[in-house]
């Protein structure tokens, strides 16, 4: 685990050392859990960003975009619930003035019954070699059955208390679990108390009498008071699709975990309208996509699992995450939720409009069913960068640190290097770099050695170095170098932009979302 966070801290490290993620106003000493990205980290956010709009939007004929603003009528927060329910329990340790999230210290205290039953496989494992059968020594060695029966029982008395909303149970829970303060070591604890997470601020001048409104905690809200729009002038019909990107902004209790819990964020989120009675089917339907979408980017099947939710939220009537691996444990990045007609009916309710769908194949008449999938840009961010970042000792005792990024996201595509600064070398590099900057973004670089500027390369997770040397000016060709084999190839120019192509666009990975 300390292992684990070490490399946490190096990635924070590497993050700002190459440009992609800084302390938001960091010269005024930052500003809590808010970030800029630099100079590498907003072509990342960017790729993400068209990877997630063109699976989506282009793949799907029947999902369409929509950017909708960041203000909102107040009343739709009122009719969505966040006024009355966006909260989350928070608890204080006394002695060190610090402030958890009631839920999350229990679920950290339910991961460690996890890694005590891992130990214990990874510890049998180790003794029986090719022998050893996982699922017949879970079923009956001791010590992993009373581990899971106190998760089981713990997680039992967990959810009953949040479904119940009860937040002295939570509280008891912490006391009888014997949840210690990570900063001062103590039991000290407060009552567990309801937060609201939304940001608030004032619309028109005082005189003329200002209006509270928020800024918005989801995008959602924004496609379902748009649904009408976009169903009537696209002539949409069920079930078909609303997409949007955007900031959200929540006021989080805890925000220690660099990018992974930010109060201003962003999200890539799809709302499916379909007919009621059909929603499962569809919620299942967009779980696997959504998994295959994650999973088309070969960062490792097994670092992908489903989490279904303890609680559900006070519209859904089916969630799950995809959680991703990161240096601190299986998180979510994703969640997928069965929205009901909830928030379509209620805000019919609250506007005093009429909000239904005229179905011809039925002839009726009815409010659509919602499954909605959401994802954090930022949090699919990290997961990348937690995914790709390896440190490599090299033959001869060298090491190098290298993003391994999946090539269509890579924020840099290809580095055009001159062998060396003299004989024409570097004119034709600019000419190479001239025509593939059409396409392609491209850095050109030609200070220091060659082996030094593979290692910038690396770094940042370019895919392809090419290298124009003498015989480059003789035959046409240059040095193609791969970033992950480390290997060298040499290939005529003219055959450099179709490689080049083939990887770094979306289309092999979206063949096999449609498969
Ligand atoms: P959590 O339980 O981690 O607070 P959530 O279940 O409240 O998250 P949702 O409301 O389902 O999150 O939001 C959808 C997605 O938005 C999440 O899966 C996550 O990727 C992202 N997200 C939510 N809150 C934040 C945040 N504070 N910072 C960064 N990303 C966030």
Redesign the pocket.
């Known amino acids: 685990m300390a292992q684990q966070e070490d490399v946490f801290k190096k990635l924070v490290a590497h993050c700002k050392e190459y440009g992609f993620v800084f302390p938001s106003s960091e010269i005024y000493d930052g500003l809590g859990a808010v970030y800029d990205y630099g100079q590498n980290g907003v072509e990342l956010k960017n790729n993400i960003k068209k990877y997630w709009w063109d699976a989506m939007v282009k793949l799907n004929d029947n999902v369409v975009g929509l950017d909708s603003a960041i203000f909102m009528h107040p009343t739709i927060w009122k009719a969505s619930g966040h006024v009355d329910a966006f909260n989350d329990p928070l608890i204080d340790n006394k002695d060190s003035k610090k402030r958890y999230r009631a839920d999350v210290l229990i679920e950290e205290q339910m991961a460690k019954f996890d890694d005590k039953i891992e130990k214990e496989i990874n510890k049998a494992k180790k003794k029986f070699g090719d022998e050893f059968d996982e699922a017949k020594f879970r079923e009956t060695n001791p010590n992993v059955l009373r581990e899971q029966a106190k998760k089981d029982a713990l997680h039992a008395r967990f959810s009953k208390a949040l479904n119940d909303n009860n937040l002295e149970e939570l509280r008891q829970i912490i006391i009888d679990e014997e949840i210690v303060c990570p900063i001062s070591g103590t039991k000290n604890w407060t009552e567990v108390r309801q937060f609201n997470l939304m940001f608030s601020t004032e619309m028109g001048s005082t005189a003329d009498g200002a209006m509270k409104i928020y800024l918005r905690p989801?995008t959602a809200q924004g496609i379902f008071v748009n649904f009408l729009n976009v169903q009537k002038t696209g002539r949409m019909k069920i079930p078909f699709g609303i997409a949007q990107i955007g900031k959200a902004f929540?006021n989080?209790i805890v925000a220690r975990q660099f990018i992974?819990?930010?109060r201003e964020?962003e999200?890539m989120e799809m709302q499916f309208f379909v007919r009621p009675g059909e929603e499962m089917k569809w919620f299942d339907y967009w779980k696997s996509f959504r998994l295959k979408w994650h999973k088309a980017l070969g960062m490792g099947d097994e670092n992908y699992q489903y989490h279904d939710h303890d609680k559900l939220a006070h519209y859904a009537n089916a969630a799950t995450?995809i959680e991703f691996r990161m240096p601190f444990g299986f998180k979510?990045?994703?969640?997928i939720h069965s929205r009901t007609d909830f928030d379509l009916s209620s805000h019919a309710k609250y506007s005093g409009k009429k909000i239904e769908y005229f179905d011809p194949e039925l002839n009726k008449s009815y409010t659509p069913y919602v499954i909605e999938t959401?994802?954090?840009v930022?949090?699919m961010f990290l997961s990348i960068l937690a995914g790709a970042y390896k440190e490599e000792a090299l033959e001869g005792g060298d090491t190098r640190v290298v993003l391994r990024l999946p090539a269509v996201l890579a924020p840099v595509k290809l580095a055009v290097l001159p062998l060396i600064k003299k004989d024409g070398l570097p004119e034709k590099a600019r000419e190479i770099m001239n025509t593939m900057k059409l396409e392609f973004n491209c850095q050109y670089d030609e200070k220091d050695s060659i082996g030094k500027r593979y290692r910038r390369q690396d770094a940042i997770g370019t895919p392809f170095c090419v290298t124009v040397d003498h015989q480059t000016l003789e035959d046409n060709t240059v040095t193609v170098r791969y970033r992950d084999t480390m290997q060298q190839e040499r290939i005529n120019i003219d055959a450099l932009h179709a490689m080049i192509s083939k990887q770094v666009t979306g289309a092999e990975l979206f063949k096999k979302l449609l498969e």
């Open positions: 989801e929540r989080e992974f819990r930010m964020f999200q995450d979510e990045v994703e969640g959401s994802i954090g930022d949090r």
